[in-house]
């Protein structure tokens, strides 16, 4: 079955649609939490000429770098909404190719000048705060809607004005603590209108297994094509770091110490949040700094997936969710002499990866430990 696949250029600032896009390739990768990427290739050749300005024109105006956001449809419903940050012109093809990220870099731009402060707080809140400190500012405001949310969960906040963080960054530290929640921006239609909205989600974005019955079995639905560990980065205790210098300096420390009582060496990391003075929630980054770098059990899989698949096609399951991955017989995962399968785990989607060329579509999905914040 063919699917149908839109793109859509709208101006960053106003949302105002600019154009239809003629896209030759189109590659994009949602993550959970981050802005995630895209790239595309654009014929010039073939874009409609407006009755003022001439094709080429049309298309470069519309993809400006920092000025425009594309939106992939799949089937009219948007799969991906990006900035592009990057853009190159090859005379010989007479194609431009345009890179980006996620509407969510858009606060990775925009850096904290103003001292902001929360006590008592819920987290659902203070992020909201994050987002409409920038939004209120001259020129700044890029039209998203915050529906009205709670999380149940206060925290307390200081950001010092010129710490040299962007906005974006302390929003992901505030999701990424102990107890912390998941997010997104995205682009959605509501009564035919285009409209950018910041979603949030605790405990957790995604539903759990025994929620979702969804499984990838490869070979069959999906096709195994990459496993990937990594220890580089591993750490069995984490000491944090927050406000003040010297013997003043906040600090504190979490450890795994049923690894180390398992036979794993010792390894330590050090942390730094500096714009965090109060050390209960110091202690919430330290632990789950700890939880997410002590992880043995930690591949991470790369399947190509079939989104028709019947009973369970994309859009029925989503990043976050929950699934069990199959394989029956493998060199890595050897089927048992029992005939059963080599490897059979449970897994979070934490990122998938659409790539379409003409006609063709293909669905990449990576399966991630499940460390839920």
Known sequence: MQHDWRFTAYDLRTGVKLTDLNVASWSSTDVLNAAGDFSATLELDGQAKTATTSRRTTVADSTRRGRSVIVAERDGVPCFSGIVWRRQYDTSSRTLSVAGRGLASYFDHYSQTTALTYAAVDQFAILQALVDFVQNQAGANVGIEIPAATSGVPRDRTYEPFSGKYIGELMRELSNVTNGFDYDIRTEYDAGAVVRRLRRFYPRRGRTF???????????????????????????????????????????TAANTELVNAGWPAYSVTRAYKDVSVLATLAQYAGADVARLSGVDDESFSLQVDPTFSGQPWGSWDLGDDCQLIVDDDPLFPAGDDGSPGLVRERRVTAHRWSVQGSAEQLTVTLDRKVIP
Do not use: K
């Open 210 to 252: 025994d929620a979702t019955g969804l499984r990838f079995r490869s070979p069959g639905n999906a096709v195994l094509f990459d496993v990937s560990e990594d220890a580089s980065d591993m750490a069995t205790v984490v000491t944090a770091l927050g406000a003040g210098d010297g013997t003043d300096m906040l600090t504190t």
